[in-house]
């Protein structure tokens, strides 16, 4: 494969993770609050009020002496019935990273609490355009072996939960592939 062609590959696999990385976000379930039943806390409105996607991170972070996190089916989580939850965590600050679309349910399994309001439902949802094609789309598996990041190009930039930095991240780095591209033309006139 020409120099050319690997170079092509190479920005397009860059672009294919940028946009998964720029998307990923992490959520703490209940913000600052965290997963408690003091205070009456609305999951199901802080679950409104979030953009759930795949490859995000969900944390979940409480008191271990008098909570726990168990992911549950829809009726259980319905019914409070936490007799068989499908995990179970008990850390106080379990995390799980998002793999498939959908609803994801959680309860806190001590008596009392998911009927007191400490259970949630993750929902989600696909959404359109060129973000879910990245996140679809398969790993290029045949070129992933061969290009080797050149020393110069500088790595997209570390995921940020702010959407304004996701912003600025993307336009710079398309800028940066267009700077590539003008450049790759300029060096093979021949090719
Ligand atoms: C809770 O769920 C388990 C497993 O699905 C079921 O066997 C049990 O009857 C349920 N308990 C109640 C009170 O619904
Ligand atoms: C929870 O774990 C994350 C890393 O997984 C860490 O950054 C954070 O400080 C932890 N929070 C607490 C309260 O321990
Ligand atoms: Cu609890």
Not at 168 to 177: A, D, M, P, R
Request: charged share 10%; aromatic share 6%.
């Amino acid at each position: 494969m020409a120099f050319r062609e690997k170079a092509v590959v190479f920005l397009m696999m860059m672009m294919m993770t940028a946009s998964q990385v720029s998307h990923a976000a992490v959520h703490k379930v209940g913000d600052s609050s965290g997963w408690t039943i003091i205070g009456n806390i609305d999951y199901r409105k802080w679950a409104a009020t979030k953009n759930f996607q795949v490859g995000d991170t969900i944390v979940f972070e409480y008191n271990a002496k008098f909570h726990n996190v168990m992911r549950v089916t829809h009726a259980m989580y319905k019914t409070c019935n936490a007799s068989s939850p499908l995990t179970t965590m008990t850390t106080g600050n379990d995390t799980i990273k998002i793999t498939n679309y959908g609803h994801h349910f959680f309860l806190c399994g001590i008596p009392g609490h998911c009927q007191a309001g400490q259970k949630v439902d993750i929902n989600v949802v696909k959404v359109s355009g060129a973000a879910a094609a990245a996140a679809e789309a398969p790993t290029p598996t045949s070129a992933m072996a061969s290009p080797v990041p050149p020393a110069n190009v500088p790595a997209p930039s570390p995921n940020n939960a702010s959407p304004l930095m996701v912003v600025k991240g993307g336009v710079g780095l398309l800028t940066l592939v267009m700077a590539l591209l003008a450049l790759l033309a300029l060096s093979t006139p021949h090719a």
